[in-house]
């Protein structure tokens, strides 16, 4: 029996695994995210343990049997994420998350101290990343960053309470801008542009391979074997590819959550910074991945549920789906960049807009905006790999947003690919960690790693193509107009 833990932005989501690679029990607890400024975001990471606990008791109440069971555990989390130990591993202010972008001076400043950082680490300095975040608090927090042993990332900050030892993945760590993504290791230069040494940094271990054991207290506590294995586990993107098989070139998923993902696997490294594309390692060794990423997506719809008053998604999505089709090509458009933007744009500036509102403009067309307004953000993802030169025909749909075969279909029509869905779309972190704990205990990635099966698949209608190439076409240069205006100010 394999455990798996997958921290996320809003919640902590546990999935116990069986040796058939069925899911036999789940649980999760639900997370907040605090905003005391304008482009900050942050969280307690007190609150990540606390919400673990939660839903550790709420598996062993509902799952008594298979919890006694586990073998090993495996992790998946929030990537970017900045947890600041000092000497005595005591937590010094809120990790900053990875979609906040106070620090986007010090991605200038980070460029022109590592001019080599965009081919070391694949990717341009955006607001996001790691190292950034550290620069803000070195000039910005002076005592912190002096009083600061070790920088963790959120699931490893998991890890150190389960094992007591500090160790990250090269899928997760690939997303610091410190480590030398080709060699999969930190990088001295990097780090040292940064007023950082390796020695503040976890031990770098591959994903599916053990990365410490249980404490044995806390085994004790948790009615668990002492011998429980925790593997090197990924950062949530590399993890949900695990759960969905994606473990060959070409093959890949597109994420619906908070942020927006599309991911493609890679048989070697290939950055292409130049699009914000984003080159990490993948969660198996020897493999990398391309990433296009936006920050607002499934998000982007929970807030306009808020924004319009409406009770929840699922009441909004009926209200769509009951829109005629002649009426969707006249709906307004929307840019959803909620908070800010990356690939293409690398834009912490850019905001959300509706453009086009009518007297006859209703909420089910706002919705719908929405909703294609995401699908068009991950066209210009799309957009963005292919000029890279990856190619894909077909993309597994993962995520919360998964749930609607509406938006599913949609985003088939806009992408111009099959969409696929499997039986655990919402499951995929989760589910990708208690494999990766599986092959940490032994198990062979072609017997592990499986596809799910395909549950249904979304292909482009025709009929689609040149409505929405129309609207995509005025989407994109509504960005364009948009990022002409000087900044609203902000205040909270």
């Known amino acids: 029996m394999y455990l798996g833990i997958d921290l996320g932005t809003s919640e902590v989501k546990l999935l116990l695994l069986d040796a058939n690679g069925q899911a036999c029990g789940r649980a999760s607890a639900p997370l907040t995210v605090q905003r005391p400024h304008p482009l900050w975001s942050e969280q307690d990471s007190a609150s990540w343990w606390a919400a673990t606990e939660q839903a550790v008791a709420d598996l062993r109440r ?6 006694r069971r586990i073998r090993a555990i495996g992790l998946s989390g929030q990537m ?23 620090s986007f001076a010090e991605c200038e400043a980070l460029t ?24 803000w608090v070195r000039q910005h927090e002076p005592q912190i960053f002096d009083a600061t042993a070790t920088v963790l990332l959120p699931k490893d900050y998991l890890r150190l ?6 160790v990250t993945d090269p899928s997760d760590a690939a997303g610091t801008l410190w480590l030398d993504v080709a060699a999969r290791d930190w990088s001295d230069t990097l780090l040292a542009a940064c007023g950082l040494r390796r020695e503040q940094m976890p031990r770098v271990v591959e994903s599916n391979r053990p990365g410490g054991s249980l404490r044995p207290a806390l085994a004790q506590a948790w009615g668990l074997s002492p011998d429980v294995v925790v593997a090197g586990s990924a950062g949530d993107n590399a993890a949900s590819a695990i759960g969905i098989g994606a473990t060959r070139p070409g093959q890949g998923f597109l994420s619906m959550g908070t942020s927006g993902v599309l991911f493609v696997v890679n048989d070697r490294y290939r950055p292409n910074p130049a699009s914000a594309v984003h080159a990490f390692c993948h969660a198996l060794p020897g493999r990398w991945h391309q990433m296009s990423v936006m920050l607002s997506a499934a998000s982007a719809l929970r807030w306009f549920c808020g924004f319009s008053g409406v009770a929840d998604e699922r009441a909004l999505l009926e209200e769509v789906q009951a ?9 307004p458009l929307f840019l959803p960049y909620l908070a800010g933007e990356r690939t293409p744009h690398n834009d912490p500036f850019a905001c959300g807009v509706f453009h086009g509102l009518g007297h006859d403009s209703t909420r089910a067309h706002g919705g719908y905006a929405v909703l294609e307004g995401v699908a068009f953000g991950m066209a210009d993802g799309l957009a963005a790999l292919q000029a890279a030169g990856t190619q894909v ?3 597994s749909f993962v995520g919360g947003g998964s749930r609607s075969a509406y938006w599913a279909q949609l985003m088939a029509d806009v992408l111009g690919v099959d969409i696929v869905r499997h039986a655990d779309a919402d499951a995929g972190g989760a589910l990708g960690a208690a494999r990766l704990a599986w092959m940490a205990d032994g198990g ?6 499986q596809r799910p099966d395909v549950s249904d698949r979304f292909q482009p209608r025709p009929e689609r193509a040149a409505p929405l190439a129309a609207r995509l076409a005025r989407f994109r240069a509504l960005y364009q107009l948009q990022r002409t205006l000087p900044p609203l100010p902000t205040s909270h």
Request: negative net charge; glycine residues 6%; proline residues 8%.
């Open 80 to 102: 970017h994420g900045a947890v600041l130990l000092n000497a005595q591993d005591q937590v010094l202010r809120p990790a900053i998350l990875w979609n906040d972008g106070r």
């Open 161 to 166: 309470l389960l094992t007591g030892d500090k």
């Open 444 to 449: 062979e990635e072609a017997h592990v790693c």
């Open 112 to 135: 022109l101290a590592a001019p080599a950082l965009a081919d070391i680490a694949g990717n341009l300095a955006m607001p996001g990343f790691t190292a950034p975040k550290l620069l």
């Open 393 to 395: 025909s077909e993309l």
């Open 323 to 331: 829109l005629p089709v002649q009426a969707l090509d006249a709906a």
């Open 62 to 67: 509902t799952a008594p049997e298979a919890w």
